[in-house]
């Protein structure tokens, strides 16, 4: 059987890609609020059933998977080795900084009011292997996404650079099997004998790069610009079927790591079409100035936050409720306003951005 090959970048794909350089509205009013289900996720523990189907969803990194790898196809089809460093740059920094930060605030809080989330002081051997894995023992709980995707913006542009035409194919052949992987049961059953610094880092590999690999494809099909023909419509459609998925469950839930099996792939999808067909564009300028600068930190706050609940939990909001995740979510959004003020002209602005 001869595969037909498949060009990573025609011709008429050029000005598809400068439209997408330029700011989308709709998806960073989407990164937004996936970065508040991020908050709800780690730190609401009240009882309100809405919001407790949403983290039983658990939508949110699955989400922001396929933004990341829909966005990074003009990096990738162009082979700009300056936007490959910068990419890496941008998820390193924060990969490597934030545990630090994170390992010496908890230690330094235990040693001031003999508290942390751990009730002990967390070890050097602690740290090295959250930066080795990206889920240490002790762990910032979020990073296990950056360490995704380093690894995977590492094989998708030696993979790219090696095997050109046939990228896509050998890609979604790769994706194909990751699933028969996770429905078999195989990933959960292997990486499970794991300790969870192993188990949880790599068995996410398996359950994400199928996302990923989507993502990637539908940017260079260019799904979304033909689905904008028939935009009021398509957002109708999709968001009832999103409705469903999240009302009745329609899809069976499998075991994993984080993001188990196709569901996450179709709400990845249909969330990201709904947002990018919605014509923000529309709107008056200076509200889309104060929209970008509303969106413009998620980066700080899904780190930032991580960090403070903890601390904000014990000392105003023991219940966990939808107003301290409001707060919370405030507050992570100032340190993470003033934190890129301070550090905008050096690299340690990606801490925060």
Not at 196 to 210: A, D, F, K
Not at 271 to 298: A, C, D, R
Request: with cysteine.
């Amino acid at each position: 059987m001869k595969f037909k090959r498949t060009e990573l970048l025609s011709v008429n794909h050029y000005s598809i890609i400068n439209k997408m350089k330029k700011r989308i509205e709709g998806i960073e009013f989407l990164r937004m609020i996936l970065c508040f289900g991020i908050v709800l996720l780690h730190y609401y523990s009240s009882d309100n059933k809405y919001i407790l189907k949403i983290k039983e969803n658990n939508f949110q990194v699955p989400c922001f998977f396929f933004i990341s790898f829909y966005f990074l196809y003009p990096t990738i089809s162009q082979k700009n080795i300056g936007k490959y460093k910068q990419r890496l740059e941008r998820l390193l920094i924060p990969y490597i900084i934030y545990p630090i930060i994170v390992w010496i605030i908890n230690n330094i809080m235990f040693l001031i009011i003999n508290y942390n989330r751990f009730n002990r002081l967390l070890t050097f051997k602690e740290l090295k292997l959250n930066l080795i894995f990206g889920k240490g023992i002790f762990g910032i709980g979020v990073l296990w996404f950056h360490f995704n995707l380093i690894i995977f913006t590492i094989i998708f542009i030696i993979f790219a650079y090696f095997l050109n035409d046939y990228f896509l194919i050998s890609f979604q052949i790769i994706a194909s099997i990751s699933y028969i992987i996770e429905y078999s049961g195989v990933n959960n059953k292997f990486f499970h004998q794991f300790k969870i610094y192993v188990s949880q880092p790599i068995g996410n590999l398996v359950e994400t790069l199928p996302i990923a690999i989507f993502a990637f494809s539908l940017s260079n099909y260019n799904i979304f610009q033909k689905l904008s023909y028939n935009r009021i419509k398509t957002i109708f459609f999709f968001s009832i079927f999103l409705y469903y998925i999240f009302y009745y469950n329609i899809f069976s839930p499998i075991k994993g790591f984080s993001s188990p099996g196709i569901k996450f792939n179709i709400i990845a999808f249909l969330l990201f079409s709904i947002f990018f067909l919605i014509p923000f564009e529309v709107l008056n300028q200076k509200i889309l100035s104060v929209l970008k600068k509303i969106t413009k930190y998620t980066q700080g706050i899904y780190c930032l936050h991580f960090l403070i609940q903890y601390y904000f939990k014990l000392l105003f909001d023991r219940k966990g409720t939808l107003n301290g995740c409001i707060i919370l979510y405030i507050i992570s959004y100032f340190f993470s306003f003033f934190g890129f003020l301070v550090f905008q002209r050096t690299k340690l602005k990606f801490l925060f951005t």
